[in-house]
């Protein structure tokens, strides 16, 4: 099991957000944290990271304790994240974005997984020195993907890629995931495009303000009612 | 006629250099935390006063420059982590009270340990001036302009050529995504504290030999250096550059033909003047609020 979380709760202030989270990726796996807008998605994948407090509940990452774990520790140990909104920095161009994904590998040549995303998100290299702010949401999307990629992740948390896309591009993202998940990559697909999420997941989990109801192989949880008549509109 | 505009021009330019240094330290720090260092101007007297000290206890002059700015990137580093990481949740303003509070304990601290005197320096290379067109610059003026510009190029190389440099402009813009990328935050803001602080005190030694110092030579610089920060838009490093310059100048050339008695307020209408009619400043960004 490379990724088991047990009895996570995290929260603002006095408002409990996550009330005792337990769940699993194994190694290989892509896995879909569906819910609605609020449900704690985020601040789930925050906690994952680091940048979010634990109040109670421990997180183990490939058999290692990393509950209190710093962030940049946890980059180090192959946990990267595409958050939320892509969150780009702005004013750096797109290759110093790319660069500063392998932030903890530096001191090592980039160039070879530069022309590696540059292979992957081909409008990237297009791009390579305009500002990032500049780009539009989906090749935004693809420069945050690849800033986290630049990281040799093993688990890759992707913050609702989706949001704010095109059709078109979401299933371009979509298709982009899967194959990083062919290559070996263990994916957490946070989404609130449930549909989407579950067809490509092996398993997936259904979190309702702040704790998980359902879990499940993806395609069961595409067929169950509860999970159609709330997410689906089925 | 030529004469007299030059050599307020080099007057002018000397101190705008200075002012230049300490624009950069507030954008520095400004850039890293959005907090506005009013404790810049300790780092420029701890600089001078410290270098005084030092020498007078037998260190040869250029290593206690070298212990000075030392000494003053070590209280950088002690202003960051005991006052401002201490209250991160803190808000912005506070933070900024903080650090008026802790310029007037620097200052306290530098009256004891030092003591109430004006004190100098020996000018670098001696005081035979340099007759340009009718005008004379000092050496130590040169002394001034060349350290400045070469600092200044030295920053620009380190911003836009190494990796590290860019992840302090990351962070800037965007710390929690700087965290994600695996980042130290904290490491980030402790470097910008040190970094401000040293070139504080290399512009404090710088001036020394001009216009001497003593534990209060901070607050005045500070000022320039925030007016200088402003006028050029605060967080731009050119910005902080050019308000310096032209505060320098305009000073120099107001003090010269006007009178020498309005030196300063020339310099408080110029930053009223930009924080009514152009609060972004020259080359700052304009402000917008995310909603």
Same mark, same amino acid.
């Given at each position: ?40 998605? $985020? ?33 180090? =140990? ?51 020195? +305009? ?24 688990? =890759?948390?992707? +913050? ?24 070996? &990559? ?11 999420? =579950? ?20 395609? +069961? ?14 | ?34 907090? %506005? ?31 000075? /700015? ?66 004379? %610059? ?9 350290? $400045? ?52 005190? &290399? ?13 209060? /030579?901070? @607050? ?43 030196? +300063?307020? @020339? ?7 930009? =924080? ?11 402000? $917008?609020?995310?909603?």
């Amino acid at each position: 099991m490379l990724l088991d979380v047990k009895g996570l709760k995290s929260g603002y202030g006095r408002i409990e957000a996550l009330h005792g989270i337990d769940l699993s990726v194994n190694k290989g796996e892509l896995v879909a944290l569906v819910g609605a807008n609020g449900a704690g998605k $985020t601040t789930f994948l925050r906690a994952l990271s680091g940048v979010q407090g634990v109040t109670a509940g421990t997180i183990r990452y490939a058999g290692e304790d990393i509950t209190r774990a710093s962030p940049q520790k946890r980059v180090t =140990l192959g946990i990267s994240q595409v958050p939320e909104g892509r969150q780009v920095f702005g004013p750096l161009t797109v290759e110093d974005n790319l660069r500063l994904g392998a932030f903890k590998r530096r001191g090592e040549d980039p160039a070879a997984d530069l022309e590696r995303m540059y292979g992957l998100f081909p409008i990237l290299k297009k791009k390579r020195l +305009d500002a990032a702010g500049t780009l539009s949401g989906g090749q935004q999307q693809m420069l945050a993907m690849g800033r986290a990629l630049m990281a040799h992740p093993d688990l =890759l948390l992707l +913050d609702e890629p989706s949001m704010g896309l095109s059709p078109l591009l979401v299933g371009e993202i979509f298709n982009i995931v899967q194959m990083l998940k062919e290559q070996g &990559v263990t994916i957490l697909l946070v989404e609130q495009n449930a549909y989407a999420a =579950l067809a490509i997941a092996d398993r997936g989990y259904v979190l309702e303000t702040g704790t998980i109801t359902l879990t499940g192989a993806g395609t +069961d949880l595409l067929a169950n009612d509860q999970v159609r008549a709330a997410y689906l509109g089925m | 006629m030529l004469g007299e505009f030059l050599q307020y021009l080099f007057s002018g330019l000397t101190s705008g250099a200075i002012y230049a240094l300490v624009g950069l330290g507030f954008a520095l720090i400004y850039n890293a935390s959005h907090v %506005i260092n009013f404790a810049q101007g300790e780092f420029v007297m701890l600089g001078g006063m410290g270098t005084v000290f030092i020498a007078a206890a037998g260190v040869p002059l250029p290593l206690a420059g070298l212990l000075a /700015v030392l000494l003053a990137t070590v209280v950088g580093f002690a202003l960051e982590k005991l006052a401002v990481e201490q209250t991160r949740n803190a808000s912005v303003v506070t933070l900024i009270i903080i650090t008026i509070g802790a310029s007037i304990f620097v200052r306290g601290g530098a009256q004891v340990a030092f003591d109430k005197q004006f004190h100098t320096l020996p000018s670098f290379s001696g005081d035979t001036p340099i007759n340009i067109l009718g005008a004379t %610059i000092t050496p130590q003026s040169l002394w001034v302009l060349g350290i $400045t510009v070469v600092i200044v190029l030295l920053l620009q190389y380190f911003f836009t050529r190494t990796l590290l440099g860019k992840a302090i402009l990351a962070t800037s813009h965007n710390p929690m995504a700087a965290r994600l990328v695996g980042i130290n935050v904290n490491a980030i803001l402790l470097m910008s504290f040190g970094l401000s602080a040293a070139l504080g005190a &290399v512009a404090g030694i710088l001036i020394t030999p001009i216009t001497s110092t003593n534990y209060e /030579v901070g @607050i005045m610089l500070g000022l320039k250096g925030f007016c200088a920060a402003i006028l050029g838009g605060l967080g731009s490093g050119f910005g902080a550059i050019a308000g310096g310059v032209i505060l320098g100048v305009a000073e120099a050339l107001g003090a010269g033909y006007i009178s020498s008695e309005y030196k +300063d307020v @020339i310099a408080f209408v110029i930053i009223l003047a930009a =924080l009514f009619f152009m609060p972004s400043g020259l080359f700052g960004k304009r402000g $917008t609020d995310r909603v």
